[in-house]
Every structure is written in structure tokens, then in C-alpha cells.
């Protein structure tokens, strides 16, 4: 009988028969409060009616319209419906499947458009596992281990991850741009960078928000250097932080968005927003691909976004937010062994430590088992994996907050032994 690659390791042990909103039902009949969504995907809940409905509808009508070839209207509302809450100015929508491949798709862009090879990636981030985004990530090791050589002309600065420097916001934010303004001079002079790319809070990396002063100071050199500004929104668009996009915590502005993840409930659907005349500098033909701008997946981003402002779901993450991190907050304030509780919105992390001050892996290992016994399903992150992060649906209510957070009070007192 054939078997999974052995290589790829469950979080949990759930084998999901269905799932509904905030839950997902196992094949044995039991219900798990899923404080993953599918990594940040199912943003409107497991099957949300609407979504169901769209997708549905349009596997009656055509499922795969290549849109190179021909286009079809799905694709084309989406584009007219994206255009309304993208920043001002990027017009111009290409599409994919996965994250990895947006993240491609505007490398390719930023070389092509500037004729520059070099780009600029900060560390701790993530950006896929393709070979050219593995190569720009930097959030552990085991992403790009055993594939080299890797891509060329990816340069790596800091990231101001104040904590894990042990220094204040304001310190780690003067020495990351400090670094940065560094790298120009010893690693890859401005002339010869094609952009930043950027997430604007560490996803995998460990939920580290970035600042609006550090922003600033990246969309400072952008603009003196010729340097594009690449948000990769992948994991923080779409509400997820409590704002439409994650970088509308810093008010700065981006050259390219890179959008997936929570845009189509779990369908796949990637995709760059840039302005129409930088979109125009990709070369022909080399931006595409059999599967990208699916209908399927259209309609059913279709209705999301349709549920998202219907649902007031950036309003929900931003209050269901605000609850988790402080409720996360007060359990850390009892523990230890919980150094840091960080995040935006519904991406809340808290970060394990030994009381040495070093990453404490195993604590956050058995921190996360041991909350999926009791049916809270979460992951870890970070570079030593020692951030347990939680990423609920934008739907959650209040009352599965505090359930979530009456289950992560009992786990925490558990593996760390209080109680
Ligand atoms: N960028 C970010 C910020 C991500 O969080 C991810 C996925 N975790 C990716 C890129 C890659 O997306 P995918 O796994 O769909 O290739």
C-alpha cells in the first residue's frame, strides 16, 4: 500500500472528516477548536455558507478557463473587486496558485523592471519553498537545507525583533536600518538592488510585527535608491491583523502587494498587485502558468471578500484580537517560561524560553500537543520553533476565544508543571 512521504509530520493527529466555522470534526466524531486555519487560509470559518454557494455555483458553469488563453469573468470581477481595497495606484493584478509562486512572480518583476539582480530580504522571514523563495527565506534553517547552491543575489538584514535582541523597539529598529544602510555599502550597493521584499509582520518566523518607524525608513531608501517596496501580505492581508492589510499598521506604501492565503477561504489563488506601468516592465511570456486566476477559485474569492466586509470580519479580527493577545497576555504573565506575547490582529504568538534567555523548543513542542489533546488544534513557528502561535478564523466569536484561552491557561499550567 502506498504510504505519505514519511517526511511529512502532522502537527496533530486529527484526520478532519468536516469542518464548520471555527471548528473541525474528526473521523471519530470529535470537535477541535482550529486555531490554525489551514495557516491562516480558512479566514471566513470551515464551508462558510457563501463560500460554498459561489464555488458551487461556478463548478456549474466552467471550471477551468486557462486565462491566457481565454478569459473569464470570475477573473475579471475579482480583479474590478480587488481594485477597491488594494492601496491607490496598484492597478494591475497577476495571478497563481501558492504563495511561493507569487513570490516568484515578483521577483521576476523587480529584476526585469529594474535590471538590478540583487534584492534585500530581512531576517527571520518567509517566503516559500520553491527554490527561489526558499532562498529568500530566512525563518529557520530546514527550509532550504540540503538544496543549494541557492538562488543568487539575495542579501539578508535584520529584522527589528527587539526581543530576541534583548534590546527596546526603538534600539533594534535603529540598528536594523543601521545594518541595512551597512549591507549597501559592504554586500549589494543600492544601484544594484532591485527591491525589499518584506512581510510586515514574521509569519513563520515567529509573529514579530514590524514598526512604522522601520517601514518608513525601508520606503525612505526605496524611494532614494530606485528600490521597489515587495509586501509580502501573504499571511497578514485580508484582515488578518485587525486592518485590511497588514501594512496599514504603519501607513507606508508599497510598490507590490503579494496576496494569498486568507483571499479565497482555501482555494488556491495567489497573486502581485503593482501599478500597470511597473506590471507593464515584465518581460512577455515570462509571467504565467497553467492553473493560476482559476474560476473556482475566483468566485470563491469572490465571496469572501463579499463575507469579510458583509461580516465586518476586520472589525471582529481587530476585537476577537485585542481579547486573545491580552487574555494570551495575562496567562504569560503567570508563566515564566513565557518570555513574549506578540502579534497583530489574530496572529498572536507567545515565545518559549529557558530561563537562560535561550529558545526553549521542546517546552513549546509539548505546549503544542498538549493543547491538541485537549481540542485546541495550534502550530508553533519562529527559527527554534519555540513560538506557539495561534491563527483563528476572522470569524471566531468571544466565546471561543475564551475557550480557546481557558484550554491554553490549563495547557501552559500543565507542561510547565505549576500545576
Ligand atoms: N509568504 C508568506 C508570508 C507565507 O506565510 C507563506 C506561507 N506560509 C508563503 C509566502 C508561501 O506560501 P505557499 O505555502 O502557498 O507557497
Not at 195 to 205: D, H, N, R, T, V
Amino acid at each position: 500500500m502506498a504510504q505519505l512521504s514519511p517526511l511529512l509530520k502532522q502537527a496533530t493527529p486529527v484526520v478532519v472528516e468536516h469542518g464548520e466555522g471555527a471548528y473541525l470534526y474528526d473521523v471519530d466524531g470529535n470537535r477541535h477548536l482550529d486555531f490554525t486555519a489551514g495557516i491562516g487560509v480558512t479566514s471566513t470559518g470551515h464551508c462558510h455558507p457563501k463560500v460554498v454557494a459561489a464555488a458551487r455555483e461556478q463548478i456549474g458553469k466552467v471550471i477551468h478557463a486557462q486565462y491566457t488563453t481565454v478569459m473569464h469573468q470570475p477573473l475579471l470581477k475579482l480583479t474590478e473587486r480587488l481594485g477597491d481595497v488594494l492601496p491607490a495606484g496598484l492597478d494591475s493584478l497577476f495571478y497563481a496558485n501558492s504563495g511561493s509562486e507569487a513570490v516568484e512572480a515578483a521577483l521576476r518583476l523587480a529584476r526585469q523592471a529594474t535590471g538590478r539582480p540583487n534584492v534585500v530580504v530581512f531576517q527571520g522571514g518567509f517566503h516559500g519553498r520553491t527554490v527561489a523563495a526558499a532562498s529568500m527565506t530566512t525563518s529557520g534553517t530546514r527550509f532550504s537545507a540540503g538544496i543549494s547552491p541557492l538562488m543568487g543575489g539575495v542579501h539578508v538584514a535584520p529584522f527589528p525583533y527587539a526581543y530576541h535582541y534583548g534590546w527596546d523597539e526603538q534600539t533594534a529598529t535603529k540598528f536594523a536600518l543601521r545594518e541595512l544602510d551597512y549591507l549597501f555599502q559592504t554586500m549589494s550597493a543600492p544601484n544594484e538592488t532591485a527591491a525589499f521584499f518584506i512581510e510586515p509582520m514574521l509569519g513563520e518566523g515567529g509573529y514579530v510585527p514590524a514598526n512604522p518607524e522601520f517601514m518608513a525608513g525601508l520606503r525612505e531608501r526605496a524611494d532614494k535608491h530606485g528600490i521597489l517596496l515587495v509586501l509580502d501580505e501573504i499571511q497578514t492581508g485580508f484582515g488578518r491583523t485587525g486592518r485590511f492589510w497588514g501594512h496599514d499598521h504603519f501607513d507606508v506604501k508599497p510598490d507590490v502587494v503579494l496576496i494569498a492565503k486568507g483571499l479565497a477561504s482555501g482555494f488556491p489563488l495567489s497573486g502581485i498587485a503593482a501599478s500597470k506601468e511597473l506590471m507593464a516592465k515584465a518581460f512577455p511570456g515570462s509571467q504565467g502558468g497553467t492553473y493560476g486566476g482559476n474560476a473556482v477559485s475566483c468566485a470563491a474569492a469572490l465571496a469572501t471578500l463579499d463575507v469579510i466586509e458583509e461580516e465586518n470580519l476586520v472589525e471582529n479580527a481587530a476585537a476577537r484580537g485585542t481579547q486573545l493577545i491580552e487574555g494570551a497576555r495575562l496567562i504569560a504573565d503567570k508563566t515564566p517560561e513565557i518570555g513574549e506575547v506578540r502579534g497583530l490582529g489574530l496572529l498572536v504568538g507567545s515565545e518559549f524560553t529557558k530561563a537562560d534567555g535561550t529558545p526553549d523548543t521542546a517546552l513549546a513542542a509539548a505546549a503544542q500537543q498538549e493543547a491538541a489533546r485537549r481540542g485546541l488544534l495550534l502550530l508553533t513557528c519562529g527559527a527554534y520553533s519555540n513560538v506557539v502561535r495561534m491563527i483563528p478564523p476572522l470569524v471566531v466569536t468571544a466565546e471561543q476565544i475564551d475557550d480557546a484561552l481557558a484550554i491554553w491557561a490549563e495547557t501552559v499550567a500543565t507542561v510547565t508543571g505549576s500545576k
